[in-house]
């Protein structure tokens, strides 16, 4: 064959393999980049082997490491999630590395299956709004769900994919500040976020409207209300969506201009302390029947002090508290609040659980945690420390085809999941990334459930800060309590509620998901 034949049928095939990449929907990188897209996949392949001698390690990457990613990956995709050969985490000399302590026998009501019920529910120990009487008060049905990200932030096919799969999964999807938008319809359970801008409830002055909050809720399956007070990524600033982001679809759903940046302001105008706050709450929850709470990250702590006080004559008060770690973040933010504003999530956590406890008011209160918690030793700390639940944010991303980018401030997500640009978010297949979401979640809570038998209890709510020790590499192990000085009894359910959720979990009824 000649040298120009040869070349015809290399261009030709060629040619397939581009057709081929743009008609598929199995992977969006091949979608948006034909042909190097494959390089990705390849490097993926050899890069165990090349980074034996160069590069990075598997547990070297931040914000999540090579091994953490490909466990949330194979995860999703119910891939061989198994690691081989031993940890290659530097147990030996890091400092601050949980363990958790297995039991030899099973305490009560602890199953003894060999791996755990692969498509178990695990519900929160707490039903949520029940304490204060709340119309609408439920048990959500799983202890993993889906953490605040707002369509603009996400696009809508992400948006819709973490709807969808949340649905399958038997877990909440929160929608983030940015109001509730058609791919938040899809048919999963949300958690209405109440921002400082408020979004999806606001007048045409930009100020909280009563009326229209009452009529979005009730035209969509919401089950909760969260008044954001500060997040993770940028506490004390507000929300930032660039202009880049701002569609004309998002500039309709938000009320604001297209093409400009969105800032959000750093603080509410409807309420200015704890008191006010105390009364929208009550008011919020008096008129749309549903439990409300907070999210916030933790800096100062008087608000804490001042909120636990105020609650404690148990005539009004917060359903649940979403402490959100400031190591957590979804979006753009400037690098000084990603990196040093507010307390990482266990130390933000545990002074503010200390607080309640101090009070007496923990079995009232639902804690849900926030930030790298998708992760399931770090869960299992949080749960330890008292959390109920947990929310998932760029694991959830991940689980859809986030490949951390770190791209999501520049709307040049390359795969579609934290853009508005149809250039990349065309490679994003809903149908395919739904169900991906809903095997991460079932994933995640069946390795809660299996390290709960280690320990030798029924449920994550259960494991107490005695069941885990932080590592001081191989010099000393201090226990969980000692770390965060915790008292006797702080962290763990209350015996009605140990009971309650033991009968629950046994009933006949309890759903499964595959």
Not at 276 to 285: I, P, Y
Not at 290 to 314: T, Y
Not at 357 to 382: C, H, Q, R, S
Not at 478 to 506: H, I, N, Q, T
Request: overall charge negative; glycine content about 12%; aromatic content about 8%.
């Amino acid at each position: 064959m000649s040298w120009r034949g040869a070349a015809g049928v290399a261009a030709t095939a060629l040619g397939g393999v581009v057709a081929y990449d743009l008609t598929q929907k199995k992977h969006a990188i091949l979608r948006n980049f034909p042909v190097v897209g494959h390089f990705r996949y390849w490097a993926e392949t050899v890069g165990p082997e090349l980074r034996q001698y160069i590069v990075t390690s598997n547990d070297e990457e931040r914000p999540f490491s090579r091994d953490q990613r490909r466990w949330i990956y194979a995860s999703s995709k119910l891939e061989n999630n198994y690691f081989g050969f031993g940890t290659d985490n530097d147990v030996e000399q890091v400092s601050g590395y949980p363990i958790i302590k297995h039991r030899t026998f099973m305490g009560s009501g602890a199953v003894t299956a060999p791996h755990g019920e692969e498509g178990v529910s695990v519900p929160s120990a707490k039903v949520l709004g029940g304490p204060r009487g709340r119309t609408h008060a439920f048990r959500p049905r799983s202890v993993v769900n889906v953490s605040g990200m707002s369509f603009g932030a996400l696009s809508g096919a992400a948006i819709e994919a973490l709807n969808r799969g949340a649905e399958i999964a038997g877990c909440l999807q929160n929608t983030g500040e940015g109001g509730l938008s058609p791919y938040h319809r899809a048919g999963g359970e949300l958690v209405f976020q109440i921002g400082t801008a408020y979004f999806g409830c606001r007048d045409e002055h930009g100020n909280f409207d009563l009326g229209r909050l009452k009529d979005m809720v009730q035209s969509a399956p919401v089950r909760a209300i969260e008044v954001k007070l500060s997040q993770g990524a940028k506490p004390g600033l507000g929300g930032m969506l660039p202009g880049e982001k701002v569609s004309a679809e998002i500039a309709a759903i938000r009320g604001i201009p297209e093409g400009q940046d969105c800032a959000s302001p750093s603080r509410h105008t409807a309420f200015d302390d704890v008191d006010s706050l105390l009364d929208f709450v009550e008011l919020v929850a008096s008129e749309t029947g549903l439990p409300v709470g907070i999210k916030s990250a933790v800096g100062n702590m008087e608000f804490w002090d001042e909120l636990g006080e105020e609650m404690s004559d148990r005539t009004r008060g917060v359903d649940f508290v979403n402490i959100d770690g400031g190591e957590g973040g979804t979006g753009a933010a400037p690098m000084i609040f990603a990196d040093s504003v507010a307390y990482p999530f266990r130390v933000g956590f545990s002074q503010v659980y200390r607080r309640f406890a101090e009070a007496g008011l923990t079995d009232e209160v639902t804690f849900i945690g926030a930030g790298k918690l998708g992760l399931a030793e770090n869960a299992l700390v949080a749960f330890a420390l008292g959390a109920d639940m947990v929310n998932v944010g760029r694991e959830a991303m991940m689980a859809v085809g986030c490949i951390q980018a770190q791209k999501c401030h520049t709307d040049h997500c390359p795969v579609g999941v934290a853009t508005q640009n149809p250039r990349y978010t065309r490679g994003l297949d809903v149908g395919l990334k739904q169900q991906r979401l809903a095997n991460y979640v079932v994933s995640l809570r069946r390795d809660l459930i299996k390290v709960s038998e280690a320990v030798g209890v029924p449920h994550p709510g259960f494991i107490s800060v005695a069941d885990i020790d932080i590592l001081d590499g191989q010099r000393s192990a201090v226990s969980l309590a000692d770390v965060y000085g915790y008292r006797p009894g702080w962290g763990e359910l209350s015996g009605p509620l140990k009971e309650d959720l033991l009968a629950v979990m046994a009933a006949p009824h309890a759903t499964t998901f595959a």
